[in-house]
């Protein structure tokens, strides 16, 4: 059952009533049934998205949040609900039904192409287009020429961002695209990429006291350039495309932690880990599938050990001892984080690290245990799992 809280401008899900699915099938820790792993993210995500969906909007949620017993639905997201229709792209329209009821997903998207002249971000224009062209709906060039029109104003953008808008250029589609306009953003993306290091920059270089932080680049930052390069180079065969892909993949996975944790934040002066946590649950099951997938198809690496690695995490995270796939509620918690104020030890690390490569903050896993669980999830991360995971995806791996 939803209600809508009036206090709180937020939605409350009580999950006495939800029909839960197939609960008893546990998630081996070995990993030995990969495709019963599989099968059990996809179940949730659906599951998840059905409750994060507000169909008096044609949008998702920014987040559920634990609350007790029951689940808080929190604001509304654009990008979000661009992921959440990319995941759905794929899936069967009895799938599609379950989660957005008597809506169809053009309709979902028609609504973000409506708003499209409320957007001012070049992620929000980025995924919508991708969304439209994958579901080929007829109004795509209104995302496209949008796209276009935001990035003619010639400002330095996020590598994730960029990397968003070259695979919504590249995707296979019949739709309408710009293939110069790709060109150009590759260009852009690819001279962000550090070769010395093998990681891309987060993104514009910074100025006064947030130049502190120019050296650090996150997970995302390995991910969606991986993925959108793999995209290109399928469209156009470019080999330095290839070749910078691949080199990415292999820093990413020769950096993944010995029991299989996707690092959040890295050096990409020196191409080490700077600070590990949080270690975020859409990292482990969707996002580096999705990049080292997209690689495997364009270039034949197999990445398959550090994929199940990070499944095995999730399964069954060591610093909690515990999992983050709540089988109960059928829901994935959103990450393993440190017991700290105000993201403390992120910002230490950045600070001494800019001092000198070499440097750390002393005693952090003392003073800041990796203890804490952030009970919320969000609706970008079923999407990319859906993504990841289609029933064909499913059956291969």
């Known amino acids: ?47 998840s998205l059905a409750r994060m969906y507000l169909p008096q909007e044609r949008m998702f949620a920014f987040r559920l949040k634990k609350n007790g017993k029951d689940e808080v639905l929190e604001g509304i997201s654009r990008r979000y609900t661009a992921i959440a229709l990319i995941g759905l792209a794929d899936e069967d329209e009895h799938t599609v039904t379950s989660v957005l009821g008597n809506h169809s997903l053009k309709e979902v998207c028609e609504h973000l192409l409506k708003n499209i002249v409320h957007m001012n971000e070049l992620g929000e224009l980025a995924l919508t287009t991708w969304a439209a062209r994958r579901l080929e709906h007829p109004h795509t060039y209104r995302a496209l020429d949008a796209l276009k029109n935001f990035c003619a104003l010639k400002r330095s953008y996020p590598t994730i ?15 309408v695209t710009d293939m110069t306009f790709a060109k150009g953003l590759a260009e852009i993306l690819m001279n962000s990429f550090n070769k010395k290091s093998n990681i891309f920059f987060h993104g514009p270089s910074r100025k006064g006291l947030s130049s502190i932080c120019s050296h650090v680049s996150c997970f995302a930052d390995f991910v969606y350039p991986i993925q959108a390069l793999s995209y290109y180079y399928q469209a156009v065969q470019d080999s330095q495309a290839a070749e910078i892909a691949c080199c990415c993949a292999e820093k990413m996975c020769e950096l993944q932690g010995e029991d299989g944790q996707w690092w959040w934040h890295f050096d990409n002066r020196q191409g080490n880990v700077l600070e590990r946590f949080p270690v975020y649950s859409v990292h ?38 515990n999992s983050l796939i709540d ?7 959103r990450k393993v984080a440190r017991r700290e104020p105000f993201r403390l030890v992120r910002k230490l690390q950045s600070a ?46």
């Open 161 to 175: 961002e960029l990397s968003w808008a070259l695979t919504a250029l590249v995707i296979d589609s019949s739709q």
């Open 284 to 321: 482990q099951d969707s996002m580096a599938p999705m990049a080292l997938f997209a690689l495997n198809n364009a270039f034949g690496k197999e990445y398959l050990q550090a994929i199940h690695k990070g499944l095995n995490w999730l399964n069954n995270s060591p610093e909690i001892n």
């Open 352 to 397: 001494f690290s800019c001092l000198n490569p070499k440097f750390r903050v002393p005693g952090v896993n003392i003073l800041f245990p990796s203890v804490s669980v952030d009970y919320e999830s969000r609706p970008y991360h079923m999407g990319w799992i859906l993504h990841t995971w289609p029933d064909k995806q499913a059956a291969k791996k």
């Open 1 to 47: 059952m939803i209600t809508r809280n009036t206090d709180t401008k937020a939605i409350i899900i009580n999950t006495d009533g939800l029909n839960l699915i197939d609960s008893e099938i546990k998630i081996q820790s070995d990993l030995s049934d990969f495709s019963k792993v599989v099968g059990k993210l996809r179940s949730i995500a659906i599951h």
């Open 327 to 333: 089988m109960e509620r059928q829901i994935i918690w």
